[in-house]
């Protein structure tokens, strides 16, 4: 680790008057693992812990989650078990309880790829060193991304929580120099394209002070299936965050999103839009999860993930439904 600056924001409009090139410290859970090892080497560290955002409450109906609130604070607030069950299971799913103690969902929607490409300073990687090219591509990739890659960068997305999110139709508050806006949490992570050094859409010195799930009894339908090697502390292999809503066995409305496939939480509306209307069987959620994985382009050691993620979709949406199995 490198010398660096380190600072404790007073208020949020000390943090956000902070240089562009700081880095916000919340729960540290990734960005002090990446400053050990020199994958980051920010010269101005700007600490969060003392602003109020750790609040979680329902407001307009909608709920509100402040950006500094605890992935285990999350995961077992009554408020969010009840209206979102699937983001509760998502943040149980992921990492360790020691980690979740100290994550945050700020950091969490913000978390740097776990590509080992990207952490190993011996390897090229355009994420790390722009134009530098990318030793995955024709490397050991069966923890890579096989929906939304390109030829500069195959990396996964790594959040649980991201993934619950994209199905619950969240939006990110965020605050900076110019003031307060508000996004979806679909824009907010961008695909690699041309430039994987961008993972995000957020302008110079803006910092998310708070996440926002719309009311609905559609997300009380969540659920969240995940898929590894291991029953603990271990990326997913595939991931899938379902909320379908029925009557009478008919699906009126339905949401799903890809996790551990995509080089960001992966979200298909033409495969949403396909389950309106059907029975809620496992014909017609097999037809759409078809449809969420068309355009895969798997590598040698991840071709398994396109049937995997199929029926991790599968099973999701059955559960959400209520459907047997």
């Not at 943040?91 to 790829?113: D, E």
């Not at 649980?160 to 994209?166: F, I």
């Not at 009126?252 to 839009?273: C, H, N, Y």
């Not at 037809?287 to 994985?293: D, H, K, N, S, V």
Request: charged letters at 25%; proline letters at 6%.
């Amino acid at each position: 680790m490198r010398l660096f600056t380190f600072q404790r924001a007073a208020n949020l409009e000390q943090a956000v008057s902070a240089p562009p090139q700081a880095a916000f410290l919340a729960g540290g859970t990734n960005l002090v693992d990446l400053m050990k090892i020199e994958v980051l080497n920010p010269a101005l560290v700007v600490d969060l812990s003392p602003l109020q955002l750790r609040q979680i409450e329902v407001r307009d109906g909608a709920l509100q989650i402040g950006a500094l609130a605890s992935n285990t604070a999350v995961a077992e607030h009554p408020e969010v078990r009840r209206r979102a069950p699937g983001l509760s299971e998502a943040l149980l799913s992921g990492a360790s309880p020691q980690l979740r103690n100290a994550a945050t969902v700020g950091g969490n929607l913000l978390q740097r790829t776990r590509c080992a490409y990207y952490r190993d300073l011996a390897t090229r990687c355009n994420k790390r060193e722009p134009g530098s090219g990318c030793d995955a591509l024709d490397g050991w990739t069966r923890m890579h991304a096989i929906l939304g890659t390109s030829d500069q960068c195959i990396a996964s997305h790594p959040s649980d929580m991201c993934v619950a999110l994209y199905a619950l139709d969240a939006t990110v508050r965020v605050r900076g120099p110019d003031g307060e806006r508000e996004l979806a949490v679909s824009d907010l992570h961008l695909l690699p394209g041309a430039h994987p050094e961008r993972e995000f859409s957020l302008r110079p010195g803006e910092l998310i002070t708070a996440v926002r799930i719309p009311p609905g009894d559609l997300s009380a339908r969540s659920r969240y299936v995940k898929v590894r090697d291991r029953q603990s502390y271990a990326f997913a292999l595939a991931s899938c965050a379902a909320a379908v809503q029925t009557e009478g066995g008919v699906i009126r409305l339905a949401r799903f999103a890809l996790g551990g496939v995509g080089t960001k939480p992966w979200r298909v509306p033409e495969a949403e839009r396909s389950l309106q209307g059907e029975r809620a069987t496992r014909e017609t959620f097999e037809r759409a999860a078809e449809i969420a994985l068309r355009g895969a382009k798997p590598r040698r050691d991840n071709t398994f993930k396109v049937e995997l993620a199929k029926r991790t979709a599968v099973r999701a949406l059955m559960l959400s439904a209520g459907a047997p199995s």
